[in-house]
């Protein structure tokens, strides 16, 4: 049953169109995601959708009662933003709506909160809309993901993971296309050099041709005509190529090869060097005494829930503590959402120039990696937006003249593509990362060694979250039947994809229904 239908939306912003979708339909019960770069709307349109504003053009039609959790929460309270964030959900849930829309639910919750949010969100009955940062968050709660790009609206089946592969088969299948297209115009090309070479030729009398057969035809008007067909031919094939067009080519990211300081003696050796270290704020403990090393190259992730010492523990590491050893061969980059870094007079290149010795195009390959394309680059830092500061901010961290870089939740602010382009840097990244972060796929991904501060405890564990959480079931059984489930997915969709019907899309709902009972 439809419980929200819009049409023809439209909606500019000054001069600028967010978007122009021709229709949206929500169903009863239904779980959507809503993705996007920042700036391209996705706001904006929950606020049309749950009648907060107006589109320009357009009309909403709602059958049932729409409650919406804002991002900007008012924060005019002793609370904290957590708990401020924890306030609204519950309010908003004892509602009881029919349609649910959540733009940034997760924001300022630790761990154990937003995992309390999931658990929330998944007995709920009504329907859900929501607006995350979050991957595994969207994994575990969207059976449905809305992409806003360009000011169009796409909609794809699954979770986020299913749109993300998805995506990629897309990215694989233009990049087929572009490389078919150059081909057959290389091809082309040659054709026609050929023509007009024998063009050329058939203005000479060919060897071969007799004096009786001059005679009858007559030299010239035989070369002549000759010449005409061949230069026709030659013409038709330009009119071919002009036919094929430009296929857009997939941006290729260059690899990325740094020169970090004292490389040769970095790698693997102790860099910090922790005796029976402690950490309190006043009178309160927030972790008892602990010994531990950290290596060159090492990607540790310091978790734990909100007000547990995480940005306390950071801090003593790189401000120096009585118990703690740093070798002289280590140099800091530390992010912490200090924007005024910037020179918002100075274009972006120009401010990530001042604190790197790195070649340009080793810049230009990060800020490209940062989405920041050609022109891009020559933008002043006044003019970005708040995610694309952060951006810059990381970046030039990136680049500095540093080997260890200490990054406080540097996932805020960032849209999706952004964050997975920070993790890829990170991955490659020859140095070592400390990083403080709640966002579980990206712990995941970039970690190599957890340090938990749960209980007045510093808990290590060797390798990734996943290695950490005794709930996983990667190497169990479960975990064997869900990787056949998620095949079997990719191959539904595929088929969807090309030829859609009504037994497909049975057989989809179906696997993921069963992939979401054994993540359960």
Known sequence: MQILKANHIKHDIQDHRLFDISQLLIHENERIGLVGSNGCGKTTLLRILSGEIKPDEGMVVRKVTCKLIPQLKNIDTTDSGGEVTQKYIQQALAEKPGLLIADEPTTNLDTAHIEWVEKELKIFRGALLLVSHDR?????????????????????????????????????????????????????????????????????????????????????????????????????????????????????????????????????????????????????????????????????????????????????????????????????????????????????????????????????????????????????????????????????????????????????????????????????????????SHDRCFIENVATRIFEIKDQEIMITEGALEEKDENQFSRSDKGEQLLIIETKISEVLGKLSIMPNAELEQEFQRLLKHKRELME
Request: proline share 2%; with cysteine.
């Open 136 to 436: 595994a968050f969207l994994d575990a709660l969207c059976t449905t993901i809305w992409e806003i790009s360009d000011g169009c609206l796409r909609i794809f089946k699954g979770n986020y993971r299913d749109y993300a592969e998805q995506k990629e088969l897309e990215r694989r299948q233009e990049q087929q296309a572009f490389e078919q297209n150059e081909k057959e115009k290389r091809k082309i090309i040659e054709a026609i050099r050929q023509k007009e070479q024998k063009a050329e030729r058939a203005t000479k009398k060919p060897k071969n041709l007799s004096g009786s057969e001059a005679r009858i035809t007559g030299s010239k008007p035989y070369f002549a005509k000759k010449q005409k067909k061949l230069q026709q031919t030659a013409k038709a094939m330009e009119t071919r190529l002009e036919k094929l067009g430009e296929v857009k080519k997939t941006k290729e990211l260059p690899p990325l090869k740094m020169d970090l300081p004292n490389a040769d003696s970095f790698n693997k050796r102790v860099i910090i060097r922790a005796h029976e270290h402690s950490g309190q704020i006043g009178q309160r403990v927030l972790w008892k005494n602990k010994s531990f090393t950290i290596k060159g190259g090492d990607k540790l992730a310091i978790i734990g829930t909100n007000g547990s010492g995480k940005t306390t523990f950071i801090k003593k590491l790189i401000e120096g503590a009585e118990d703690v050893t740093v070798s002289p061969i280590v140099k800091i980059g530390y992010f912490s959402q200090n924007l005024s870094v910037l020179d918002t007079k100075k274009t972006i290149i120009e401010n990530v120039q001042l604190s790197s010795k790195q070649s340009e195009t080793t810049i230009r390959t990060v800020l490209a990696r940062m989405r920041f394309f050609n022109g891009d680059v020559y933008k002043l830092a006044g003019v970005l937006s708040g995610g694309e500061r952060v951006k810059v901010v990381l970046a030039k961290i990136f680049l500095s003249d540093a080997n260890v870089l200490v990054l406080d939740e540097p996932t805020n602010y960032l849209d999706m593509d952004a964050v997975e382009a920070l993790e890829q840097l990170l991955q490659e990244y020859e140095g070592s990362v400390i990083f403080v």
